[in-house]
């Protein structure tokens, strides 16, 4: 079956499931994954039972779609993602992202867990993501273009929504929620930066770095739908403190920054 045919089936397959047809699509990533929990008359969905899709392995990541309502929003949410270093080509880790396109989302907040860069950071900031580098060498449109979803030559320069931006920042500010905003920079992993690289990132304009949410973006960005992005700071990356840095300490930031970045986003859900 080709690419397109698997991205129908797979719609399909939801389909049968759910009445509902969410206009926001949400990926929660690591330790976010809890907000997928207050989504009301959830029907829930395995990604091991989806056909096509993959299944991820990451501890910390469950692999489930919740279809439900987050306020006033029909949303389909995204608990659990793909990540290249898993070792799946990005054809496979943007996959689910063109299915729940291919449902009908207009609107995509990526959240994720990220590294600060900017030394003004500090762990369990939020930081809305305001452009992004790619550093990988990939890209999730390399190869024949599907002309039935996008250009060949995607436009990244409005990738992230300057009207979700604002709005982001305005709620920030109603609930007292302090909001960093920077630049995303995309590394492979799934080895943790040297200090070096991190460096390097800051030289070249990054304020956090990660291992995610660039390829959803850019094929977001090919079906024309609007982004919002949200990193949470787990850690400062290498070699900005004193200190080694480790999986438990990105988790365990990432839980106590829940309570926080829940209330943000559904408060910008029921203002979008
Ligand atoms: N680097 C890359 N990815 C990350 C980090 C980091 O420091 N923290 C959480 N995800």
Known sequence: MNYMD?????IRYIKEKTKMKPSIGLILGSGLGSLGERIKNPTIIEYKDIPNFPISTVKG???????????????IAMQGRFHYYEGYPLDEVVFPIRVIIGLGIKNLIVTNAAGGVDESFKP??????????????????RGKNLEELGPRFVDMTLSYDKALIALAKNIGGKLNISLKEGVYMWFTGPTYETP??????R???ASAVGMSTVPEVIVATHQGIKVLGISCITNMAAGVLD??????????TSLMVKDKFEKLVIEILANM
């Open 6 to 10: 698997k991205i129908k089936e797979s």
């Open 61 to 75: 990541h469950k692999g489930q779609l919740i279809i439900g309502q987050l306020g006033d929003k029909d949303v």
């Open 124 to 141: 369990g900031d939020l930081m809305i993501i305001n452009d992004h580098i790619n550093f990988t060498g990939q890209n999730p449109l």
């Open 196 to 201: 070096a690289e991190v460096k390097l990132a």
């Open 203 to 205: 030289t070249l304009g």
């Open 243 to 252: 200190k080694p840095l480790n999986h438990e300490e990105v988790i365990e």
